[in-house]
């Protein structure tokens, strides 16, 4: 079974700074890409970063230049550093992997973690 959880989310104060983590464990062989989605009270989930092969990034415009994703593909986790954070990035943040190869071959695509929630407020 894969399992992704999500952990470092809390309550910051605005200009704060967070790092989210995601291992995902399980009888894993490879993983192509893995991201960080985010879901508002009232709105869609969104996507908040993706990394690719552990080297192509991409950001949500409303974020970039602020978070980063990394990841760390020998512990198949995937990071967020969250920085100079804004009432508005109060969310839900969901991990997710997509196209995971497992130690049988088999291929798991789209798995999401339980999400962790981040507040950013005064």
């Known amino acids: 079974q894969l399992q992704l959880v999500e952990s470092g989310g809390g309550l910051v104060q605005p200009g704060g700074s967070l790092r989210l983590s995601c291992p995902a464990s399980?009888?894993?062989?490879?993983?192509?890409?893995m991201g960080w989605y985010r879901q508002a009270p009232g709105k869609q989930r969104e996507l908040v970063a993706g990394?690719?092969?552990?080297?192509?990034?991409n950001y949500a415009d409303s974020v970039k230049g602020r978070f980063t994703i990394s990841s760390d593909n020998a512990k198949n986790t995937v990071y967020l550093q969250m920085n100079s954070l804004k009432p508005e990035d109060t969310a839900v943040y969901y991990c997710?992997?997509?196209?995971?190869?497992?130690?049988?071959?088999?291929?798991?695509?789209?798995?999401w973690g339980q999400g962790t929630q981040v507040t950013v407020s005064s």
């Open positions: 997710n992997a997509d196209q995971v190869v497992t130690n049988w071959g088999t291929l798991v695509s789209d798995a």
């Open positions: 990394i690719t092969s552990g080297i192509s990034t």
């Open positions: 399980g009888s894993i062989f490879s993983i192509y890409a």
